[in-house]
């Protein structure tokens, strides 16, 4: 759940560790629609944000970690029908799509491409009304499909010798994500575009490598900062995690994700440095709403706890009423 940082039981190591500088942007979120597009930490944020009924999309393509592919997402949601049937391959029964997550098939290549550009297209709309896009990067690796020579997002566990796993040169990276951003505001100019390193460590081939591949994406995020100046700004969810929280207890039993706690700490520092005042003071009168409606009573059929919903159902609408564009 959301919490705002006075509620959050890292307030006790704030005070014992030094906390990472946020530097705020020069504008303010006012609480519009959020898009969240990239590695497996989009994921983890935009369930933050639908956990709290905030106004929020997750990119339909699944998981998205190197800046190629972000670019290639990015132009997709741009077009129009971008999606044809035979830019999909048959593999087994199925028809799949080297852009999105293996969990999408089709029997039927020219329906499932009608499926994907309709999805696509939803996702569009939304961030036509969006207030911002959050990006995370994960990764500085890339795959591509020896056949074509075109970078792949999922290699839908074909065979490696289909691939080629390679690092991306800096300039590479940088202008993948310049196209990203340019893409994004061509589908609504008055977009704010978030950038996050994302905390999660790669350690599945080396550790080394993990920190090669955060540092090319690093210096392609400031690059992307100094070519995009007013719209894009950098949230420092890597640094936070790295070096203020900084303790295993702060990762999940993998030990290379975040834990529960440390997004919901991530996404307080979040709130404090974009968010206006009003949406401040909106969050704390609604996250207690939410508590309550979500609350797990030992006897659901007594009349006190049913005059108790009563109650929580009146503050609920009331304060949908104040914030219509808020709430989702």
Not at 175 to 192: C, P
Not at 200 to 211: G, P
Request: with cysteine; aromatic share 12%.
């Amino acid at each position: 759940m959301i919490s705002l940082s006075s509620d959050n039981p890292s307030d006790f190591y704030r005070s014992k560790i030094t906390a990472v500088k946020v530097r705020p942007p020069e504008w303010k979120l006012r609480g519009g629609g959020l898009f969240f597009m990239g590695s497996c930490f989009a994921d983890n944020l935009y369930e933050k944000w639908r956990e709290a009924r905030l106004k929020a999309r997750i990119s339909p393509f699944g998981n998205i970690y190197n800046p190629v592919s972000l670019a290639s997402a990015a132009a997709l949601l741009e077009k129009d029908g971008g999606i044809v049937g035979s830019d999909c391959f048959k593999q087994g029964e199925d028809y799949y799509h080297f852009m999105f997550h293996s969990q999408k098939c089709g029997r039927k290549s020219a329906d499932f491409a009608t499926q994907l550009n309709a999805e696509i297209e939803v996702s569009r709309n939304f961030i036509r009304k969006a207030e911002a896009v959050v990006l995370t990067l994960g990764t500085a690796y890339a795959y591509r499909l020896l056949s074509t020579g075109d970078v792949v997002n999922n290699c839908h566990r074909r065979p490696s010798g289909d691939f080629e796993r390679y690092l991306l040169s800096l300039p590479e990276a940088s202008g993948a994500l310049r196209e990203t951003v340019d893409s994004l505001l061509r589908i609504n100019s008055k977009l704010k575009i978030v950038l996050t390193l994302s905390p999660v460590r790669h350690l599945r081939d080396d550790a080394a490598e993990n920190s090669l591949s955060k540092a090319v994406l690093r210096c392609a995020i400031d690059e992307a900062l100094r070519a995009c100046p007013g719209s894009v700004w950098y949230f420092p969810s890597y640094e936070i995690v790295l070096d203020e929280l900084r303790d295993y207890r702060w990762y999940s039993g993998d030990l290379c994700h975040p834990s529960d706690e440390a997004v919901s700490y991530i996404i307080s520092r979040f709130i404090e440095a974009t968010y206006d005042d009003e949406f401040k003071a909106f969050l704390a009168e609604w996250l207690p709403i939410l508590r309550d409606l979500n609350h797990r009573p030992f006897s659901p059929d007594s009349n006190e706890h049913r005059k108790f919903i009563e109650r929580v159902r009146e503050k609920e609408g009331l304060i949908r009423k104040r914030y219509p564009d808020v709430i989702g």
